[in-house]
């Protein structure tokens, strides 16, 4: 396994990140991200839209600079690992999406106050996940062979998913929620959208604020899977960082987007299983054989098409 020059430039990282924070503060202050309503269908839809649409865009305008600077082989080369990287990160994020459902519901978190926690979720899941891209970067950067390690780890994890398919995780048995009532003050009942409430002279946490712990901790395990498989596509930091952020900041819309018809794709794990095995076998095969991306892309699009097919499929008999 080859690792490779990021193509990444260093007036490349800050536009790009300018330009997160500049969504994320229109998101928060402009769009209505401050003020509790219950997010419908079509809005949602409206923002998966421009989130998958901005990743287009900027997919070309790599390609358009990099076909001017460094030739159309790279250029073809970066932005097809771009669009696989963001494939499959898109696609391991519907996973996400049962897990939130999971949550919210196990605490009646109403509908209005659920965008609140899923904004400052995203927040915390950038910060976490460009600490950890870049920590993935140096380590393959300075050895190369943690790419078996991942490879072996995904393997192991695509397996896992295949036997744990049906099995919903019990909530109250989450280290991370017991060691929080166990340390933190926890306030009765809910508080709107306040993560904290004074009481008789005491800060108090309320239910919500472990709604957002466990929200962080789910997509802290999930970057465990995701970060890893995209590592198997392309090694440079510049790809894996920009796919891995688009997804995230359209996860929320995809939340709300799938929230009501998340049972229709209950068989959409299996394929989600099927690809990390596929990614982590080809992590392990690579130094006889090197899959192809465009290879990688197909073979990932048809496992998760093939998977929401049968999913529609069998909700259609059943109703």
């Known amino acids: 396994m080859n690792t490779t020059i990021s193509v990444g430039e260093p007036w490349m990282w800050y536009a790009f990140i300018a330009f997160v924070l500049v969504m994320l503060a229109l998101d928060l202050f402009v769009f209505g991200g401050n003020k509790a309503h219950k997010v419908s269908v079509k809005e949602a839809a409206a923002w998966s839209l421009v989130w998958i649409s901005l990743a287009l865009l900027f997919n070309a305008g790599l390609w358009w600079y990099l076909n001017g600077t460094a030739g159309t082989e790279i250029a073809d080369r970066k932005a097809l690992e771009f669009i696989t990287g963001y494939l499959i990160e898109k696609s391991l994020s519907v996973d996400n999406v049962f897990i939130f459902l999971l949550i919210f519901s196990s605490f009646h978190v109403a509908a209005q106050y659920q965008r609140r926690v899923l904004i400052y979720g995203v927040l915390g899941a950038i910060v976490l996940r460009a600490m950890m891209i870049l920590a993935g970067a140096w380590m393959v950067r300075e050895f190369n062979w943690v790419l078996y390690i991942f490879g072996v780890f995904l393997v192991i994890t695509g397996m896992r998913m295949l036997v ?80 891995n952020i688009f997804a995230i900041m359209g996860l929320r819309a995809l939340y709300f987007l799938l929230a009501d018809v998340a049972d229709r794709f209950h068989l959409l794990k299996y394929g989600l299983a099927m690809v990390l095995t596929f990614i982590g076998a080809k992590m392990l095969i690579a130094p006889w054989y090197h899959v192809p991306v465009v290879a990688s892309l197909a073979i990932v699009t048809v496992l998760i098409g093939a998977s929401v097919i049968a999913s529609l499929a069998a909700t259609r008999r059943h109703t």
Not at 166 to 187: G, M, Q, T, Y
Not at 206 to 229: Q, R, Y
């Open 164 to 243: 744990m398919a049906e099995k919903k995780p019990d909530l109250e048995k989450n280290p991370v929620l017991r060691f929080a009532r166990r340390h933190l003050r926890i306030s009765d009942g809910h508080h709107g959208e306040k993560f904290t409430v004074m009481k008789d002279g005491m800060r108090y946490f309320t239910p919500l604020f472990l709604v957002l712990i466990l929200i962080e901790a789910s997509d802290l395990a999930f970057a465990v899977d995701s970060i890893p498989a995209i590592f198997a596509i392309t090694t440079d930091p510049f790809i894996v960082f920009t796919s």
